[in-house]
């Protein structure tokens, strides 16, 4: 994926990422459909509505799709997690995402949540940015409280 500096759609930073999970999806036959809950379902179409040209996460049950806004968000974040888990499983999963000094503060306490649920889906999340003052918000978000094995690399984009 990649931010941008003028977009303004929700979670542009994974804006990208989520649409190639979606064509994954479609692609992918029933018999290996990940297992999911359905109200956790409801709140992740919810949160990314491209995902609603999957039928089958189209159709899924509203029951138990929480009524306060926050925990739709929580189970949300569990179906996201739980779509990096059976992508991981499938093989090497990289999440890429260039630009970070321009993600979104939604992107980032998304991703921070997905890292923290236990277990963590198995992922290398590789972001990209230019840093003059040191690491982006974004970054600082998403890591924020030192969590998960972190390295960063600085450079003037030289090469050197």
Do not use: K, M
């Not at 306060?68 to 990096?84: F, I």
């Not at 999340?125 to 040191?134: A, I, M, Q």
Request: hydrophobic fraction near 40%.
């Amino acid at each position: 994926g990649r931010c941008h500096l003028d977009e303004a759609v929700p979670y542009q930073a994974l804006d990208a990422i989520v649409d190639e999970v979606s064509r994954t999806l479609l692609s992918s036959p029933a018999r290996d459909r990940p297992s999911l809950e359905p109200a956790n379902v409801a709140a992740l179409t919810q949160l990314f509505p491209v995902l609603q040209r999957v039928p089958w996460l189209r159709a899924a049950d509203r029951q138990g799709l929480a009524a306060e806004a926050h925990e739709r968000w929580r189970q949300g974040a569990a179906a996201l997690s739980t779509l990096l888990h059976w992508l991981a499983r499938r093989g090497p999963l990289l999440l890429w995402i260039d630009d970070a000094q321009w993600g979104d503060r939604d992107s980032a306490q998304l991703l921070s949540e997905v890292l923290r649920a236990r277990p963590a889906p198995p992922f290398l999340l590789l972001l990209g940015s230019r840093d003059e003052d040191g690491p982006p918000a974004f970054v600082d978000e998403v890591f924020g409280d030192g969590r998960g094995d972190v390295l960063r690399t600085f450079g003037d984009g030289r090469g050197d």
